[in-house]
């Protein structure tokens, strides 16, 4: 069955350290991949996507994310959090790009201890 | 543009009451999508349109109907609420297909439905 999994449900880490976040997906070919960001009480906002060429790329805000084929995932990275990173964080995917549909995993809730 | 927008943005029920959740956009999106989020599940799709007259089931359809007469309204109607439909509802939307540039679906800012 397709699916989209993100293994950690909270996380915390220090102003100014280093976050990765992880997400795995489970589909025939490769993908179009997201990750969005929830604030407390918003919408969603998208961060980044990948659909084909370079693995690693670029978002807003100073995010990035790397597509590794062979692990099928596409971890969420970023080198310094900041205070303003608080928010729940959901990688999705769409099987392919004559998708109709696009799958969210459960998504990361990252808390930024002071 | 006012982006997507949802209405209301609360909404109290009893059981076995019905109401539907508005959605408009403004951007002329073909697709259309209707997520619930619940803690811990994140967002799970209901229902999703193609274009106008065109829907399909998507994760969790059961206990929502959907129609989608116009490219502009995708409406989200519960027949008959039950506490289980208790979530935050989100209305998206995006252009085209995702190979066409219709990889960026935005959001309306959800609407937070309690059934008693």
């Known amino acids: 069955a397709q699916s989209v999994t993100q293994p950690d449900i909270h996380i915390t880490v220090s102003e100014g350290a280093s976050l990765e976040l992880r997400c795995n997906y489970s589909?025939?070919?490769?993908?179009?991949l997201f990750w969005y960001v929830q604030s407390p009480g918003q919408g969603l906002q998208l961060l980044l996507k990948?659909?084909?060429?370079?693995?690693l790329v670029q978002g807003i805000k100073g995010f990035e994310a790397e597509f590794k084929r062979s692990q099928s995932s596409f971890n969420l990275r970023k080198p310094s959090v900041h205070w303003s990173d608080a928010a729940e964080y959901f990688c999705?995917?769409?099987?392919?790009?004559?998708?109709?549909?696009?799958?969210f995993g459960s998504g990361t809730r990252l808390s930024i201890r002071p | 543009n006012a982006g997507v927008t949802q209405t209301p943005k609360f909404q109290v029920l009893k059981t076995g009451q019905s109401m539907t959740l508005q959605c408009a956009q403004d951007?002329?999106?073909?697709?259309m999508s209707w997520y619930r989020q619940d803690p811990g599940m994140g967002l799970r799709l209901i229902h999703y349109?193609?274009?106008?007259?065109?829907?399909d089931q998507g994760e969790v359809p059961n206990g929502y109907n959907v129609s989608r007469s116009t490219t502009e309204d995708f409406p989200l109607r519960l027949l008959s609420a039950a506490p289980s439909q208790t979530s935050v509802y989100f209305c998206?939307?995006?252009?085209?297909?995702?190979?066409?540039?219709?990889?960026?679906?935005?959001f309306g800012p959800g609407t937070r439905l309690t059934v008693l």
């Open positions: 998206a939307s995006r252009a085209t297909g995702l190979a066409g540039g219709g990889d960026t679906q935005y």
């Open positions: 589909y025939g070919a490769t993908p179009y």
């Open positions: 990948y659909f084909s060429g370079d693995t």
């Open positions: 999705a995917v769409a099987p392919g790009s004559s998708a109709s549909k696009i799958i």
């Open positions: 951007m002329n999106h073909e697709y």
């Open positions: 349109s193609v274009g106008a007259g065109i829907t």
